[in-house]
């Protein structure tokens, strides 16, 4: 399987990357490293370092290989900038995007993998979403990927493609090898306590308390990186050997929420040491409840996570940060 991955050096696409490889897939990556790293990557990887809007470099790179399948991770991510932002996010993560999906399709390539986030459903309330539950995306970040999702569906219908959009929920853990993690995220609420516990961070803010849920703060379905990036090899899979051309989309988590307090308290558990957070106000953006229902990704796919447990992601997520910060 030939596959071009953007944003292959960031944090999601670096372990996909490793994780097809072990698959023995022929990967290709683009990534303006504006975020991404190559020190997350093989060093005889086949990168290109480019923005995804870049027509004259990408085409040079289609025609080249014949891809078999392009993964589009490449997006600006940070809520509260796309806040501050709106157009930066509208650009990059919608404009541009529309973009290298023509340059794909106009190259011969009908089979995509799209990264898209739980936070187009917005301020639902609701522990139990479905795919197909209302669309209310409460900041540019996720209305830039709505957008990208409405674009995705229409043109599959047009072209005949078989596009795969995975609605990621709070994806975090580092590898279990310790070859790539997290790097920079500083609104990503596990990395955050990581930097606060080993002392890079000086405090830690829990934002609102005021939420209507058991303990007032906000809740979240976590799922560890390794499981989601095993998500998208099955996704390829499906695409590989399905002829039929077809729009779909799943959600990514394990059904569960955990609220900011639970968090924090799993991980005084694993410190064996009380954590002293502030308590500050609600993120302009931020949604109360996001927990996924999975009934159709576990029917479809017949998967069965592997590191679905709290302490396994918040302990490689701090493994990561000790690495990374020498300790």
């Known amino acids: 399987m030939k596959v071009l991955v953007t944003g292959g050096a960031g944090y999601i696409g670096s372990h996909l990357v490793w994780e097809f490889l072990g698959k023995k897939c022929d990967i290709s990556i683009i990534d303006n490293l504006e975020f991404g790293s190559q020190s997350l990557i093989p060093k005889n990887i086949d990168i290109l370092v480019a923005d995804i809007s870049d027509e004259k470099k990408i085409l040079k790179l289609l025609q080249k290989k014949k891809f078999d399948i392009v993964i589009h991770l490449a997006a600006y991510t940070k809520v509260a900038e796309s806040v501050r932002d709106p157009k930066k996010y509208y650009e990059n993560n919608f404009e541009k995007s529309k973009k290298f999906f023509n340059f794909c399709i106009r190259n011969g390539i009908n089979k995509f993998i799209f990264s898209s986030t739980c936070a187009v459903y917005g301020n639902s309330n609701d522990i139990n979403l479905f795919e197909n539950c209302k669309k209310n995306p409460l900041n540019a970040y996720s209305d830039s990927k709505w957008k990208v999702e409405q674009y995705l569906e229409k043109i599959s219908l047009e072209n005949n493609l078989s596009i795969v959009t995975l609605r990621y ?8 090898q310790m070859r790539c ?15 606060f516990i080993l002392g890079k961070r000086k405090k830690f803010i829990v934002n609102g308390l005021d939420y209507n849920t058991k303990d007032g703060s906000a809740v979240r379905d976590f799922i560890h990186v390794s499981d989601l990036v095993d998500l998208h090899y099955l996704a390829a899979e499906k695409l590989i050997k399905q002829n039929k051309n077809f729009y779909e989309v799943y ?3 394990y059904g569960k929420g955990f609220s900011v307090l639970e968090i924090v308290n799993a991980f005084e558990k694993i410190i064996k040491k ?3 957070y502030k308590i500050g106000k609600r993120r302009d953006g931020d949604a109360e409840i996001a927990v996924a229902n999975v009934d ?3 029917k479809e796919f017949n998967w069965s996570p592997k590191r679905n ?3 396994i992601i918040l302990e490689s997520s701090l493994n990561w940060e000790k690495k990374i910060l020498n300790l």
Request: proline fraction near 3%; hydrophobic fraction near 35%.
């Open 169 to 176: 929920f709070n994806v975090t853990g580092a590898d279990d």
């Open 251 to 253: 959600n990514c988590g």
């Open 296 to 298: 159709k990704l576990l």
């Open 309 to 311: 447990n709290l302490d």
């Open 274 to 276: 009380e954590i002293n």
């Open 181 to 195: 993690g997290l790097i920079s995220n500083p609104e990503n609420l596990i990395k955050a306590l990581c930097e």
